[in-house]
């Protein structure tokens, strides 16, 4: 039997990939394209890559065909990214986050898949100043917010109408190998810049923010023993570090690992309107979660993990 993981290959799903390939599992990622990370080529053997975007029905429902039998559950964590890129095109990243969920669920219907979890996101509480926990209503404040919340919706009606059973992860601004800083959006290239050389961070606001960045390996944590938890008592859980701080204060400290001396010009006020951390009291009272990375220990894996790909890409003769 095997598990199938929708963005297998990207940030997050490559350290889902990865846990279950560690737990003996066999991998179907499903995706648009195919990536070369050092963490899962050990592993390559037991990886199944089915190319079709979440978007083209008649490629899933093709898939699930095919994997009739086979396969015993889906973690569903492909979508598109938060941030400011989100809106510049919200008709296309909407349908993505919100439609291609449905394809996958509706599939899970149709071939009596019934483990499906998705991996959400911390945005469905909107604008908030404290910590909110899973009680919390919903109450996004921008189009992510509102497409992870109304895939999270959908989800937890086919679990009541149709018996799936439908789980989902709240997760807060993952860090770690799989992507370097400047591969994301700008908060990431300012907080990590520094282990890639960068010596200056110049932001409008952000000095009254306050956040916690979680080490990538231990949200896939997370996800992959939500995944396989028998008879869990809630439909939701939220998934941080519990560790936050001034987001100056972050950044300096990344720098110091770094060894890097930078120039901070950060302007007051927040850099948007998130709350410094998740409630996730839950995930380790119910399921026993709890993270093995600090933010110095996640730091230092992260700048092993850049060093590294920095010497195989000039090797290779990338760079």
Not at 252 to 270: N, T
Request: proline residues 5%; charged residues 25%.
């Amino acid at each position: 039997m095997a598990v199938l993981v929708t963005g297998g290959f990207g940030h997050i799903g490559s350290w889902v990939s990865r846990i279950l390939l560690e737990r003996g599992k066999d991998v179907i990622v499903l995706g648009r394209s195919r990536h070369r990370l050092s963490y899962l080529e050990d592993y390559s053997q037991r990886i199944t890559f089915f190319p079709a975007d979440v978007l083209d029905y008649a490629s899933i429902f093709r898939l699930f065909e095919e994997l009739r039998g086979d396969l015993e559950g889906v973690i569903h964590v492909a979508g598109l990214m938060g941030g400011p890129h989100f809106a510049t095109n919200p008709h296309r990243n909407i349908r993505v986050n919100t439609f291609g969920t449905l394809d996958l669920l509706e599939a899970c219907r149709i071939f009596g898949i019934s483990r499906f979890v998705y991996v959400s996101s911390g945005s469905v509480y909107g604008k908030r100043d404290d910590v909110p926990d899973e009680d919390v209503p919903l109450s996004p404040s921008d189009v992510y917010g509102a497409a992870k919340a109304s895939a999270e919706l959908i989800g937890v009606q086919y679990g009541n109408e149709f018996g799936l059973d439908f789980r989902a992860v709240r997760v807060y601004f993952a860090y770690g190998p799989g992507k370097w800083p400047s591969e994301l959006y700008p908060l990431y290239t300012a907080v990590f810049g520094a282990l890639e050389g960068r010596d200056r961070v110049c932001l409008e606001a952000g000095r009254d923010q306050q956040l916690d960045f979680t080490y990538v390996r231990d949200i896939a944590r997370a996800i992959v023993l939500l995944h396989e938890s028998e008879n869990v008592k809630s439909r939701v859980y939220n998934v941080s570090s519990g560790e936050w701080a001034p987001l100056p204060d972050l950044i300096r400290a990344v720098a110091r690992y770094a060894g890097v001396s930078v120039d901070l010009e950060i302007g007051p006020g927040k850099l948007m309107p998130r709350g410094p951390s998740l409630g996730s009291t839950r995930i380790r009272d119910e399921l026993g979660f709890k993270p093995e990375y600090s933010f110095a220990d996640g730091v230092q894996a992260y700048a092993e993990w850049i060093l590294a790909e920095r010497t195989s890409r000039q090797e290779r003769g990338s760079v």
